[in-house]
């Protein structure tokens, strides 16, 4: 007997189906609406935001707000549109008032972003801020010691750099960064990645690389 094809687009859309009426944790009693991810669902570069906002909340859609704004801006840069990458974010519900996610909230959320990732099968990962970063890096160190760099991860690459929340509260310097890491993104996307690209010695507390399907992209 033939075991059934997976389809990967059609399967990331049942799990989006699943994510939109979830209760697994008191995220869902203040929500508006489930965030779930958008874009191309079989892009070959990923972006893994912090939370939705306010105005992701009301639209039902991640980064539409000023975050979104800068990174539709620092995408153009590097010559790509936000409907050409995948945009999701570690918690798939606005925690109120914006406030940091909790563990038990984002333990309870992990699994919808391993799958997500695990069908998108993206061949570049960018970690925005310090929760997505941490969290694919399983790692305590923060994303000002991060990001510069390129890791190996599960036979693909990561490119931890800045929330562009942090851009816009103010230090040019932030905005610089993130564009070097965006460059580090395109390099990597046309092939001339170099030599300057970490390993996964580099990366603290890095998985070792693995077939994603079986070993499950983080934290298990
Ligand atoms: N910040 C995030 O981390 N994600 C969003 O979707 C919007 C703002």
């Known amino acids: 007997m033939t075991a059934p094809s997976v389809d990967p687009v059609a399967e990331l859309k049942i799990l989006e189906t699943e994510a ?30 912090e939370a939705p906002g306010k105005r992701e909340d009301e ?6 707000g000023p975050s979104g704004q800068l990174l539709e801006e620092l995408l153009g840069e590097i010559g790509l549109t936000r409907d050409a990458v995948y945009i999701a974010n570690v918690v798939k519900c606005r925690p109120p008032g914006n406030r940091d996610p909790r563990p038990n909230e984002i333990d309870a959320c992990k699994g919808y972003l391993r799958t997500q990732l695990q ?15 941490k969290l694919l890096l399983n790692t305590e160190v923060g994303i000002t010691k991060l990001r510069g760099t390129a890791y190996e991860w599960w036979g693909r690459f990561l490119v931890p750099t800045f929330h562009p929340a942090a851009a816009l509260r103010g ?4 905005l610089e960064d993130l564009r070097y890491d965006f460059s580090l ?8 990645l170099g030599t300057e690209a970490g390993t996964e010695e580099e990366a603290p507390a890095s998985e070792p690389a693995g077939d994603p399907q079986q070993l499950g992209l983080f934290g298990q």
């Not at 993104?185 to 001339?192: A, E, K, Q, S």
């Open 185 to 192: 993104v395109r390099d990597i996307l046309d092939g001339n």
């Open 20 to 49: 939109l009426v979830c209760t697994m944790c008191e995220l869902s009693e203040s929500r508006t609406q489930v965030v779930f991810g958008s874009g191309d669902p079989q892009a070959n570069l990923a972006f893994v935001g």
């Open 171 to 174: 230090r040019a310097q932030v």
């Open 119 to 133: 069908l998108v099968d993206p061949n570049v990962v960018v970690t925005l801020g310090n929760f997505s970063s």
């Open 59 to 64: 639209e039902g859609l991640p980064f539409v």
